[in-house]
């Protein structure tokens, strides 16, 4: 498969913190990657990062072969590189329709329009002309999405997926999620519960202080070498490969 996404040696900071230190990997165009780690890993700085919400100080992010390092957000969501951020960032006081109608306005050529993100997301065909701030969270994780592919995206960067949502308004958000990557999306997807993550994902990326501490296979990844990563016990020794049980998803929200 091609290389969608090349990040190299890339380094983010916060003021004289290094949240992303010396961070190299590719996605696949086609792929989707889990990219997990306890809280302050580092994990949604690299995706804003790579979205162009935050300024890399060292490396290079490269888009479908262009260098868009030092590009704007706007213009890479015009090259096709969209963000669902944590924390969904919805405008309350508007529709669901009129927030899709909103990132629709700059669009790439592409299938995504309003009738085919409700038809993916069908929970919100009738809460179309309803205000987004009096929608459940798993009716704003929707939107929040459909407002993404509203830009016809080429690859699609999710932030915390299930935070705060209730079980059933998680396995409603999976189902379509799961729709979108059979049909081919490409998509990095962070994600605090592990299990639901390694269920969509080809491969995982566990990052620990900044760094990737394991980058491999699903499937070719054994529970405990997830684990070690996950918490940094650099445990050592034979392991054979076995599908991934997730440790213990961390209770609270990531803020680095």
Known sequence: ??????????????????????VSLTVADGETVALVGANGAGKSTLLRTVAGAHAAAEGTVTFDGDDVTDLEAHRRVARGL?????GRKLFPDMTVEENLLVAGRRARSGPWNVDTVLDAFPLLR?????????????????????????TNPRLLLLDEVSLGLAPVAVDTVYESLTTLIRDGATVVLVEQDLSRAMSVADRVVCMLEGLVALDARVGHVTREQVTDAYFGLGRTGSETAAPVDAPAAHPSPERT
């Open 1 to 22: 498969m091609t290389d969608l996404l090349r990040i190299s040696h890339l380094v983010a900071r916060h003021g004289l913190l290094n949240a992303v230190r010396d």
């Open 82 to 86: 969209a963000l669902v951020p944590e």
């Open 126 to 150: 009738p809460m179309r002309h309803k205000r987004a701030g009096s929608l459940s969270g798993g009716q704003q994780q929707a939107t929040s999405i459909g407002r993404a592919l509203m």
